[in-house]
């Protein structure tokens, strides 16, 4: 199965930014929908924003609509996700995996070790 390692995750002081990047295993890659999803100490996993393989449809949570930008690349079969405008409710483990755009949800089941963002002051 397709795999993800996440990375670029910090503490950073609220207002900051921060830009994670979570590459694949396989350049099949190219063919999914892929998203981030995170998870905060307590709660279950949430779908933050997915893009669609040709990247024309991207869809993102209203809690971070405008802040975060989903983009992928596809010859370094990466995808990555610059949040500015951080906010202590962003904290939590940050995930990528492929997902359906317009429910920002998933099936899948081979979830790396994520990236923890911290935001505090």
């Known amino acids: 199965q397709l795999q993800f390692v996440e990375s670029g995750g910090g503490l950073v002081q609220p207002g900051g930014s921060l830009r994670l990047s979570c590459e694949a295993s396989?350049?099949?890659?190219?063919?999914?929908?892929v998203g981030w999803f995170r998870q905060a100490p307590g709660k279950e996993r949430e779908g933050v924003t997915c893009?669609?393989?040709?990247?024309?449809?991207?869809s993102y949570d209203v809690s971070v609509k405008d802040r975060f930008t989903i983009s992928r690349d596809d010859a370094k079969k990466t995808v990555y996700l610059q949040m500015n405008s951080l906010k202590p409710e962003d904290t939590g483990v940050y995930y990528c995996?492929?997902?359906?755009?317009?429910?920002?949800?998933?099936?899948?089941?081979?979830w790396g070790q994520g990236t923890q963002v911290a935001v505090s002051s």
């Open positions: 995996a492929t997902c359906l755009v317009s429910t920002r949800t998933t099936g899948f089941g081979s």
């Open positions: 396989e350049f099949t890659f190219r063919y999914y929908d």
């Open positions: 893009i669609s393989s040709s990247s024309s449809s991207i």
